[in-house]
């Protein structure tokens, strides 16, 4: 099972950037994707996930109208755009499978939005 990101980088405040998580080992398509960002000294939170289909999505409240999740599965890819993002997204943002019991895990990617 691999799940690799890729797309993070440095952005200045209000900028932006399409993180891809490209996933490998397992049934794509019948697990929830998640995005998840843990910053220094902070806890994992999750960002966004959206089901199988991709016809559902959820947003923490801190992205909601800035990031949008969305899901090809006939590329077993999943994609987090982020929008005028704040000094505040900085974190690793980490691709997360799940379905039942079964977790799945990326390596993580790094976002550092600063000037």
């Known amino acids: 099972v691999q799940l690799v990101e890729s797309g993070g980088g440095l952005v200045q405040p209000g900028g932006s950037l399409r993180l891809s998580c490209a996933a490998s080992?397992?049934?794509?398509?019948?697990?929830?994707m998640n995005w998840y960002r843990q910053a220094p000294g902070k806890e994992r939170t999750m960002v966004a996930n959206i089901n199988s289909s991709g016809g559902s999505t959820n947003y923490a409240d801190s992205v909601k109208g800035r990031f949008t999740i969305s899901r090809d599965n006939a590329k077993n890819t999943v994609y987090l755009q982020m929008n005028s993002l704040k000094p505040e997204d900085t974190a690793v943002y980490y691709c997360?499978?799940?379905?039942?019991?079964?977790?799945?895990w990326g390596q993580g990617t790094q976002v550092t939005v600063s000037s």
């Open positions: 997360n499978a799940r379905r039942d019991w079964k977790t799945y």
């Open positions: 080992g397992f049934t794509f398509i019948n697990y929830v």
